[in-house]
């Protein structure tokens, strides 16, 4: 059984940092890669990063690119998002996914199979 466990959201003042993490249990079933997806309050869910387990290719949302990095700990089964600059608009309950295969794309959601509960992050003007 997958479980996914994200942890680091909070309240940080605009410019600040957060790390979240995403510890997988039952990573065996998650064989492509780890994404971090967001949702503000009345506002779609968006993709925000992802890695691939085997290599570490990494992809990025525009808005997050140059400001967020995703990494990944093999040994640990934990996927990090370094959040860096932070803007309000950044504001959001982040949720860690994780993919089996390819699917439909890296940034589309219906190509996860697995999804966390999601951690609040607020960041104040």
């Known amino acids: 059984q997958v479980q996914l466990v994200e942890s680091g959201g909070g309240l940080v003042q605009a410019g600040g940092s957060l790390r979240l993490s995403c510890a997988a249990s039952?990573?065996?079933?998650?064989?492509?890669?780890m994404g971090w997806f967001r949702q503000a309050p009345g506002k779609e869910r968006e993709f925000v990063a992802a890695?691939?387990?085997?290599?570490?290719?990494?992809y990025y949302a525009d808005s997050v690119k140059g400001r967020f990095t995703i990494s990944r700990d093999n040994a640990k089964n934990t996927v990090y998002l370094q959040m860096n600059s932070l803007k309000p608009e950044d504001s959001a309950v982040y949720y860690c996914?994780?993919?089996?295969?390819w699917g439909t794309g890296i940034p589309r959601g219906d190509a996860y199979d697995y999804w966390g509960q999601g951690t609040q992050v607020i960041v104040s003007a």
């Open positions: 039952g990573r065996s079933s998650i064989r492509h890669r």
């Open positions: 890695v691939t387990w085997s290599g570490g290719s990494t």
């Open positions: 996914a994780g993919a089996q295969s």
